[in-house]
């Protein structure tokens, strides 16, 4: 019997929860995409933020030594780590910029970066070895403004045999062919001992590549070595242009089924979808989608300082 002016409460059937249930799954499932999106974005806008800073740098090193800084400085001889000039194409190879001294050019530009307590305890006379001997060594820096957003990094400090190295995402220009030093073609901006001043950037600087990034993560990587252990700012010697500099032998994004691993390591690339971010010779930096073999001959005129063709933006 009810009680006169009782209320009974209606609750929500088995159905009713159901399709409520429902609604929301599909409205999680409209809004993380976007939500995704969103955060990509975001991270594509660091990315840009982080290369404009190394553009600066590079370009307050220029106006300090009047050129850029080398793509990898590396003594010419036959020393342990040295370019041993049998080893260099038949054009030669440039003599080092810094007599004696090591370094890629993430090293040289340290001082603009607020960088310079670390910089100044780098023995730079001495191969990359001397300060990346344990995971809390110099070398084994973890430097956040080497490092994309959107890059793959499973560690931040990289383990090569007994030594560690700083990881990076970004790799200077050095031409249509950066590495093995064998097949250099010296052509770019940043390649081993480059010395290239704005003068000789007879393209304009607005028109060509000083730096990019390259993805360390591909799926159809076969080799025994990951990917991303092929990288490190400190990592100076003849064969470290895999690990420092990129090329545009191929276009970018491409895969190690398609183009070899060789080719692999210094393919210019990113975790953003339909291309990657480049800073250019006079700072500014441009999303480039060169992803398919038609593109390869603008990227290539891009990456060339002194070809004669010039794209226009």
Known sequence: MNTRGETRIRAFTLV???????????LVALLLPA?????????????????????????????????????LSVPIGNGSGEISQSSCPSIGCPEPPTPELWGSWLTW???????????TQLDLTKREYAYCVGPDSLGATFIEAYVCPSDFVEEKVMRYNNYYF?????????????????????????FYNSKISAKKITDGTSNTLLAGERYSFD??????????NYRGWAWTNYNSGQDVLCDSAWPINGTSARIGATSRKTNFGSGHSGGANFVLCDGSVQFLSFESSGDLVTLQRMSMRDDGEIIPN
């Open 16 to 26: 009713e929860l159901l399709v409520v249930i429902a609604i929301i799954g599909i």
């Open 35 to 71: 939500v995704q999106s969103a955060r990509e974005a975001a991270r594509r806008i660091q990315c840009v933020n982080k290369q404009k800073q190394l553009g600066l740098a590079c370009i307050l090193y220029h106006d300090t030594k009047k050129a850029f800084p080398p793509g």
């Open 109 to 119: 530009i340290q001082p603009y970066l607020e960088l310079n307590s670390l910089h």
């Open 166 to 190: 700083g990881v990076n995402s970004y790799f200077g220009n050095g031409g249509t062919r950066a590495w093995p030093v064998s097949n250099a073609t010296f052509n770019g901006v940043l």
């Open 219 to 228: 799926e159809t990587w076969r080799d025994s070595t990951p990917l991303a």
